[in-house]
């Protein structure tokens, strides 16, 4: 039971690399075009690659017998190469893609499969008229061709597969020619070892997906955010400002910053405590500030170059990877309704016709007198 236990969480794990993160129809097309661009800015390192390798091949194994075979091996390698390179030039002086279809990619695959073929009949006709140390040296070449391409193709498992597949195939006829039992061992490698390549193109794959779908997550969510941004600039009078942890106002996205004399204000660099006119409520600000406590509807008089205005701060602190970071919070001018304030309430003191003391204020002082008595 505890065998059984231990394995199916490894099972579990090894079943999830297979497992491609789910991509909706709406970004189907556009993740396909970024796997198409991911592979097409490969292409020439690639092409050069198996140029490279083919002239290895052909200096390797030249005088072996197999001449009359390797010379249309390597027409026909130039030939694939070269059509693939110019498909690719065509295709970089159009104009960008956004979306690609289906088609496209088992169009990449059917190239990546002709590559294939070209390299699995190599062993083919090449391993009868060798000897050991021939066999182990193209043994190595076409490895390294299908890790190499496996790796380079992982944004396209189909066109991976489609290369990898052939190459595998072809070592493992060649090696069958012989009759050899070391062969045989060697057969069964070939097959373990293209597993592993499997599941690594799998895991690339879906981390490629991954990244992908993370950045489509992250740009519909500025979308998102310079959506409310803009609603909040439109219906509101109000500005955001953020602090760093000195208290030293920072630079925010000029939509929200508030008008040009408001900015001017709270420039960036300057202290946010220093803005305001000694009043209880700035000790308020500057005792939160210190504190790191938030604050809410603090109204306090400042100098703007349109004159002395009334504004109404509120704040919290913000912590990142927890660590404080400063403040971020919301100012709105308040000038209009705090003088509106002030003069109902210089009403309810004094006459609006002599501007004596009314009943009120002398009711007021004389309860203050009696107190202090």
């Known amino acids: 039971m505890q065998v059984k236990t231990g394995l199916i969480p490894q099972l579990k794990a090894i079943a999830a690399v297979f497992k491609a993160p789910v991509v909706s129809a709406e ?4 993740i396909r075009a970024k796997q198409l661009d991911t592979v097409r800015g490969l292409i020439p390192a690639i092409m050069m690659a198996q140029l490279i390798n083919g002239a290895v091949v052909l200096l ?7 001449e009359r075979m390797l010379g249309v091996w390597a027409t026909l390698l130039c030939f694939i190469c070269g059509a ?3 498909r690719n030039v065509r295709i970089e002086n159009q104009a960008p893609i956004q979306t690609a279809s289906r088609t496209s990619l088992d ?3 059917q190239g990546a499969a002709f590559l294939g073929l070209i390299w699995g009949i190599v062993p083919v006709f090449v391993i009868p008229y060798t000897g050991t140390l021939g066999h182990m040296a193209l043994g ?3 490895a390294a061709m299908g890790f190499a391409g496996a790796f380079l193709l992982a944004r396209i498992p189909g066109a991976a597969y489609a290369f990898l597949g052939p190459i595998i195939v072809g070592q493992i006829i060649g090696m069958q020619l012989e009759n050899n039992p070391v062969y045989d061992l060697l057969s069964i490698l070939m097959v373990v070892y293209a597993g592993i390549l499997v599941v690594c193109i799998q895991w690339s794959h879906a981390r490629f997906l991954a990244q992908l779908l993370g950045e489509a997550a992250l740009r519909e969510q500025e979308q998102l955010i310079s959506l409310l941004l803009r609603d909040f600039e439109e219906t509101t009078s109000d500005w955001l400002w953020q602090s760093d942890e000195d208290g030293l106002i920072q630079d925010i996205p000029s939509g929200v910053q508030g008008n040009k004399a408001q900015y001017e204000v709270m420039s960036p660099g300057a202290t946010l405590v ?9 000790s308020v600000l500057q005792k939160s500030l210190e504190r790191r406590q938030p604050f809410r509807d603090l109204v306090m008089p400042v100098s703007t170059n349109d004159g002395d205005a009334w504004w109404l701060l509120t704040g919290k602190p913000v912590f990142e990877g927890g660590f404080f970071a400063g403040f971020r919070g919301v100012a709105s001018d308040v000038t209009a309704s705090k003088e509106s304030e002030d003069r109902i309430a210089h009403l309810a003191h004094y006459d609006a016709l002599t501007g004596l003391p009314n009943r009120v204020t002398m009711l007021e002082t004389l309860e203050k007198q009696v107190r202090a008595t």
């Open 140 to 142: 190595i070449i076409l």
């Open 27 to 30: 970004l189907a097309g556009s």
């Open 84 to 86: 693939i390179v110019l």
């Open 107 to 109: 169009r990449m695959a």
């Open 274 to 282: 220093d803005l305001f006119h000694e009043c209880e409520a700035r």
């Open 60 to 66: 390797a194994f030249w005088s072996s017998g197999a």
